[in-house]
């Protein structure tokens, strides 16, 4: 299996609180990944990163930035939580932009 | 723009009965393939994949695919499955998009392997 570690692995927080999760990677990958799956929805893409200080915006990104100093940590950011924003989360990580992704075992985040 | 469809929710089979997942996708430009398999509480983790080559791919767990360019198709299949399959299944469709590789899933087909 991929050297992923999504942490925490649960967090169940207030509306309007920060939140950071976070991704940290032992395969030296260059592109890192952050998604949201819900119910009906499938997987869907908040935001990437193409390498270290480089990240760019995917199709669910209102209301997260990420941050990625290191090639190894790939940190995701609820800047003021919403019940909307419940979901689990996924990290996912990919040797080059052409081979397949592969996924830590997510973060169930609830906002009450 | 792409997209995946992934036609059936749900499918209930008998243990050791063949099973075909369905796949059908859309893209104006060329795409790799992939499936992927979910187990409770679990990320997701890669089955097969299809980048190039023979359009019948072979993964782990048993299970192998078949890209179809001209039904824009990608069905999964297995011949006898097992309990331990029981899980839901992804179906991905990936395409250049300047500065990555945009992958877009279905929204997952449920197996239930029934003893």
């Known amino acids: 299996d991929a050297g992923i570690t999504q942490s925490p692995r649960h967090k169940v927080t207030e509306t309007g609180t920060p939140v950071t999760l976070r991704c940290h990677q032992t395969e030296n990958h260059r592109y890192m990944y952050w998604y949201r799956q819900d119910p009906g929805h499938g997987l869907r893409l908040i935001h990437y990163s193409y ?6 915006k995917g199709e669910v990104s209102d209301g997260y930035s990420v941050s990625r100093s290191k090639t190894e940590d790939f ?8 019940s909307s924003q419940t979901s ?11 081979q397949p992704q592969h996924f830590g075992d997510g973060t169930r985040l609830s906002i009450l | 723009a792409q997209s995946v469809t992934q036609l059936d929710s749900q499918v209930p089979v008998f243990e050791e009965a063949p099973v ?7 893209s104006s430009v060329s795409v790799y393939l992939f499936w992927y ?6 990320g997701l983790q890669l089955l097969l994949k299809y980048l190039s080559g023979s359009t019948l791919v072979k993964g ?28 839901e299944y992804f179906c991905a469709v990936s395409a250049d998009s300047g500065g990555y590789q945009k992958v877009t899933f279905g929204t997952g087909t449920k197996l239930q392997v029934i003893p």
């Open chain 2, 20 to 26: 075909e997942l369905r796949c059908n996708y859309s």
């Open chain 1, 51 to 56: 390498g270290v200080k480089d990240t760019d």
């Open chain 1, 88 to 98: 689990v989360y996924f990290c996912a990580i990919s040797e080059s932009k052409d």
């Open chain 2, 37 to 42: 398999v979910q187990y409770p509480n679990q």
């Open chain 2, 60 to 87: 782990i767990n048993g299970f192998e695919a078949e890209f179809n360019k001209s039904q824009t198709s990608f069905h999964l299949r297995k011949p006898s499955v097992h309990i331990s399959d029981t899980a």
């Open chain 1, 75 to 82: 940190l995701l950011t609820l800047e003021s939580a919403t």
